[in-house]
Each structure stands twice: as C-alpha cells, then as structure tokens.
Nanobody, 117 residues
C-alpha cells in the first residue's frame, strides 16, 4: 500500500487542523492505520491508531484533543487535532500495517504541522 499524507500547515495555538492520509494499492480494509509524529531533535512518537473495525487508540498527549477516522470507501484516514499547542509542532506521518505484523511497515512521506502565533 502507498500512503500520501496531506493537510499540514501553520496553525495558531488553540486552533484545529485536519490531516488526511490517502492509501492506494492493496485492499484498504485489511489494514490497520496510525499516525506518528516527529518533532525537531526528537524521536518519532505514536499519536493515534485505528483498527480494521474502527477501534481507536490515542497517545496520552493527544487524548481528548485528537480524533482519528477512516473512510473505507474513499481509502482515507484522517486525523483531526483540536486545541493545538506549540509542542504539537512536528512532521506527522501516516503508517499502515497488516494483521500479520505488530509493526507498521508502510509509511507516508510526512506532512509538517507548525503551531505558532
């Protein structure tokens, strides 16, 4: 599966942003998806995930401020982020895995989110 992330940009503190990941290639429904982020000088960290049946998980940092969703018909996975903070500034990556692996083996190119006034 090929992943293409979009929707990054500049947002003000307290604002909202929606990222989208478009997947092409193999059967979309069979994949688990997640969003990760990497801030400058930091390691990549988990943001949230969504399973094949729609079950979701979020990092403690994003719980209550992020909503992840998937549209199997369109082949997209969205990440809506609210109440943005400067520490949310990072490159955001979408990733995918199959049921056969606990690790995410498919990655998009990343989209930059900058939270600043």
């Amino acid at each position: 599966v090929q992943l293409q992330a979009s929707g990054g940009g500049l947002a003000q503190p307290g604002g909202s942003l929606r990222l989208s990941c478009t997947a092409s290639g193999r059967e979309f429904r069979s994949f688990y998806f997640a969003w990760f982020r990497q801030a400058p000088g930091e390691e990549r960290e988990f943001v949230g995930s969504i399973g094949r049946s729609g079950n979701k998980a979020y990092s403690e940092a994003m719980k209550g401020r992020a909503t992840i969703s998937r549209d199997n018909a369109k082949g997209t996975v969205d990440l809506k982020m609210d109440s943005l903070r400067s520490e949310d500034t990072a490159v955001y990556y979408c990733a995918a895995r199959t049921i056969l692996s606990a690790e995410y083996h498919f990655w998009g190119q990343g989209t930059l989110v900058t939270v600043s006034s």
